[in-house]
């Protein structure tokens, strides 16, 4: 397994958990309400969360956020691979965009624009993005519009965010069965914003945004949580399975830590350990289907 975060250096790991010690998005979790769902609509809730990156902050801008529906509830495209979920969206993009049917409306949902610290969101912690009524049918993608105030801190040093060519606009290609469905016209999902994967460095302190979405659902996948002190050996936290899936934890000073979006079944907890001490890992923790599996304290040692 490839493990990206298996190398901070000491002071600038230190600045990234100082920095992430304050959550701050309470302020943002609530959307513009809604009147009852009529016939023809269904209610949809989506929930912003960041599988972390090594980075003090990164600021997205957010300004508008819509899903496209298929009103006939078509589902003959969910064949594809996940690497193929998300992308810019680009003129002239054929392929991946959708061909003109009369069946198939984007809706816009209700959101507070803004701009949205990614690396607040992190072991367990979420905001509610966006939420509405739209137009019932198969949902088949999400477009996010993002603003121009894009930003990341690394190092106490702030550096401006962009896209690859100065495009505005992220699809997320979802499938009909990934939501959670608390009633027949009640949706829900969440996005997994992955830093390290989103996030390319081109050249001294020049980095552009390669947006990289995971989603994921409370009812239909299972958590991993957990206590890994002490502080002093900023441990970074690799959850991984024999399919090359991994997913990561930064802890909190307190050394707790949680990972969600586990597909059911068994895992793995490797523990990077600093400042001298070592390294450990955790075979086959059993993932259940809408439950948390908590794994018992972890002590480092020198």
Known sequence: MKNFLRKPGLGFVMAIVVAFSILESCSKDNSAS????????????????????LFDKVLLDIRKVEVLVDTCGKTDDDGWNDRDRCWWDEDGDHDRKPKPDSCQVWDSLGIHPGIYDLLTLRNGADTLLAG?????????????????????????????????????????????????QLSSDDLQLWLDFDIQRSIIDVRNGHFVLRPYINVFTILKMGSLSGRVTPWEAYPVISVYNNNNDTLYALPWRDGNY??????????????????????????????????????GDIRLHK
């Open 132 to 180: 509405g009524h739209v137009h019932k049918g198969i949902m088949k993608r999400i477009r996010i519009t993002i603003g121009d105030q894009n930003s990341l801190v690394k190092d106490g040093v702030t550096y401006p965010l962009r896209s690859v060519s100065g495009q505005s606009k992220i699809i997320v290609r979802v499938r009909h069965d990934e939501w959670d």
């Open 34 to 53: 809604s009147p009852n769902t009529s016939a023809n609509q269904q209610k949809v809730s989506l929930f912003l969360s960041d599988d972390p990156g």
């Open 258 to 295: 949680k990972v969600r979006g586990l597909k059911v079944g068994n895992w793995n907890v490797f523990v990077n350990a600093s400042n001298g001490y070592k390294d450990t890992t955790i075979t086959n923790v059993s993932i259940q289907r809408g439950k948390d599996t908590r794994v």
